[in-house]
């Protein structure tokens, strides 16, 4: 145990501190000053309360001691002060070393001059440390230096080499404004208050390595110009690096924000990295400038906000956002990659500008919002997987993009998209909507895949702008109809499609109003032109029946007889039944057949009477006759038999050419 006052028992003639035998350079020349314990020291390096005066005159003696060589230094070496000390404004001209010196009281340094090394490695600072607006002119070492309140370097200026190598700041430390020169090294220090580097400037390379920051770390505005090494570090609190400005290559990977970390309007002018970085709480990047972003692997456990930042080059590949992702208004001028990146939560990359961007094996769990972004160049999506909602209203894609193996599991919406390359839907999957209302396609449009369209899916290409039709292909898929309305499909390819729901659409239009008739009749005939065209004849002649259908429809549910197409489905389901076609014309012959059998004809040229009915069979046979355009014998005579003949002659060879017609595209099915 200590004790608190010293013991004059020692032979003061034959003395030597019983301090550590390197510190015993510091107190040469000094007499045994006082026993503490079992050990003899002098008056510098006795460890308690002692005489002041004494203890004064002492090191002023050193102060003013006339520096015989040039190996000569400030030596403090283990030096236990007991109160107060104050060297302000003090002008060390060489080397000054405080190695392992205990401060007991205030250590004031403000406005020193260390013009040499300044060691103050293994030093104890019990209560306020001060070097603020201290210039350090050699090398300043401070390493397993303990800080137990206030540390301020606030202003200070670092010429050399700064070392803080495993200190411990249990007090608030101020290095606002400070100049560091040279290389700086806080590696495996520990800040456990608030720490602040607001202004200061790091001019050479800077180590914040392997440490951590129990309280809030404030970098506001400061400046790296050399290499600015954060990596392994851990903020326990939020970390401020406003405004900050990374001028050379920095790192933060494996670094560790558990509070939030503020990262707004920083500039990084080359290669920064995040990899494997976890953010535990919110990240702010709001209008940040990066040249090289990487942030592989790095976990968003809260919003991250890249809202207006400007990046060239971004790697977010395998990155995981677990709260929402904002890049709202981001500009990438290169490469952006968030492949296999994984967005928990929303995604919002509302009006942010790509170069080339990559989204390939990305996974958005809920809404992805990328509403009037733009992509100068290749865009790729492959393989990505939107579980919810994806939002590409207004996106403009001036080059390819590419959805290859997509799947999107909710809502699709492309409405007023320009596509002005080729678009790629090979193998995707659209388990709802997916809405292309007003897009304009520049180029290839492809869509291939048997899982395309699910039979939850509806796909609508309306009102889009198609300028060149003849590249837009469906491959090896399932299509409805309906889906081309307000389209003109003549020109697309449809390749090994599947066409469902047909008769569907027919028995729905019964309750649907007259524009969607209409706008049903255009498109099937437009899609039975495609079909003719193509020499696909069934494709053709089921679209055929249903544009017709769908006029015949329009009105009264279809019980229109003054309508000449209600007479072209009664007599031939519009020339593609045969069965129909001839059965209305066997009934044709056998009405008029009846018919024959009761009016008069002339038979005057043969055996009397002169005028009669035809009898059953002769009548069949005259039926027949005129309906293939003869004339037989005998002539009609009364007004009605003339009447008959004539209906006949117009409505039997016309059914005829029906049967005829319906029987050539039976053939050419």
């Not at 040039?70 to 030096?79: K, N």
């Not at 590949?317 to 490469?335: H, L, M, W, Y």
Request: aromatic share 18%.
């Amino acid at each position: 145990m200590l004790e608190s006052q010293p013991t004059q028992t020692a032979d003061p003639a034959a003395f030597v501190c019983d301090c550590e035998e390197w510190q015993r350079q510091a107190c040469a020349g000094e007499e045994f000053y006082a026993q503490f314990g079992n050990n003899r020291y002098c008056i510098l390096h006795f460890p308690a309360d002692k005489d002041q005066e004494r203890f004064n005159a002492a090191v002023l003696r050193k102060l003013n001691a006339w520096l015989e060589s040039y190996q000569q230094a400030y030596d403090f070496q283990g030096v236990w002060f007991p109160v107060e000390i104050d060297f302000s404004q003090h002008e060390f001209t060489t080397a000054a070393d405080f190695s392992s010196a205990t401060f007991n009281g205030r250590a004031l340094f403000y406005g020193a001059k260390f013009m040499g090394t300044a060691r103050f490695e293994n030093a104890r600072f019990s209560s306020e440390a001060i070097f603020g607006h201290a210039t350090f002119a050699g090398e300043a070492t401070f390493e397993s230096t303990r800080f137990g309140k206030e540390a301020d370097f606030s202003s200070a200026t670092f010429g050399a080499e700064a070392i803080f190598l495993s200190a411990v700041f249990s007090g608030e430390a101020n290095f606002r404004e400070a100049t560091y020169q040279a290389k700086t090294s806080f590696v495996y220090a520990a800040f456990e208050r608030r720490a602040e580097f607001w202004f200061a400037k790091f001019n050479g390379e800077t180590y914040f390595q392997q440490m951590a920051f129990d309280d809030a770390a404030v970098f506001d505005s400061a400046t790296f110009n050399g290499w600015a090494h954060f990596d392994q570090t851990k903020f326990n609190s939020f970390a401020v690096f406003d405004r900050a400005k990374f001028d050379s290559i920095t790192e933060f990977s494996r670094v560790r924000f558990v509070g939030e970390a503020d990262f707004h309007s920083v500039k990084f002018s080359q290669n920064s990295s995040f990899r494997s970085a976890i953010f535990e709480a919110e990240a702010r990047f709001t209008a940040a400038t990066f040249e090289f972003a990487i942030f592989d692997s790095a976990l968003f456990s809260k919003n991250a906000d890249f809202q207006w930042a400007n990046i060239k080059c971004a790697g977010f590949g395998g990155a995981r956002f677990v709260g929402i992702a904002g890049f709202q208004s981001a500009k990438f001028s290169e490469d952006a990659i968030f492949e296999g990146t994984d967005f928990q939560g929303y995604a919002d990359f509302m009006e942010a500008n790509f170069d080339e961007v990559s989204f390939n094996l990305a996974s958005f769990s809920a809404e992805a919002r990328f509403t009037k972004v733009k992509s100068k160049g290749l865009a790729t999506f492959e393989s990505a997987k939107f579980k919810a909602g994806a939002d590409l209203t207004g996106a403009n894609f001036e080059a390819e993009a590419n959805f290859r193996s997509a799947v999107f599991n909710g809502n699709a919406h492309f409405s007023s998209t320009v596509f002005g390359g080729k678009t790629y839907f090979s193998i995707v999957v659209f388990e709802n909507a997916a809405n292309f209302v007003h897009a304009t396609f520049k180029d290839n449009l492809i869509f291939v895949g048997e899982k395309l369209f699910t039979e939850s899916s509806k796909l609508d290409l309306g009102l889009s702008i198609i300028e060149k039709p003849e590249r837009v292909s469906f491959h090896h898929c399932q299509l409805r109809p309906q889906w081309f309305l307000l389209t003109d499909p003549r020109k697309f390819e449809f390749d090994n499609v599947e066409w469902i729901g047909l008769e569907d659409e027919l028995k729905q239009l019964k309750a649907k109003g007259e524009w969607n008739h209409k706008q049903r009749h255009i498109v099937y005939r437009q899609l039975a032109t495609n079909a003719e065209e193509n020499h696909r004849y069934a494709e053709a002649s089921e679209f055929r029946f249903a544009s017709l259908e769908a006029r015949r429809l329009e009105k009264f549910r279809g019980f229109v007889p003054w309508r000449l197409e209600w007479w072209y489905w009664l007599a031939s389901c519009y020339g593609e039944s045969v069965g129909r076609a001839f059965l209305v014309f066997a009934a044709v012959i056998l009405l008029f057949t009846l018919g024959y059998t009761k009016v008069g004809f002339d038979y005057s040229a043969k055996t009397p009477p002169a005028i009669r009915p035809l009898e059953w069979k002769e009548a069949a046979v005259y039926s027949l006759n005129v309906s293939i355009l003869q004339k037989p014998e005998p002539r009609p005579f009364s007004t009605s038999a003339k009447l008959l003949v004539w209906l006949e002659t117009v409505l039997g060879p016309a059914q005829a050419a029906l049967l005829a017609l319906a029987v050539r595209r039976r053939f050419m099915r």
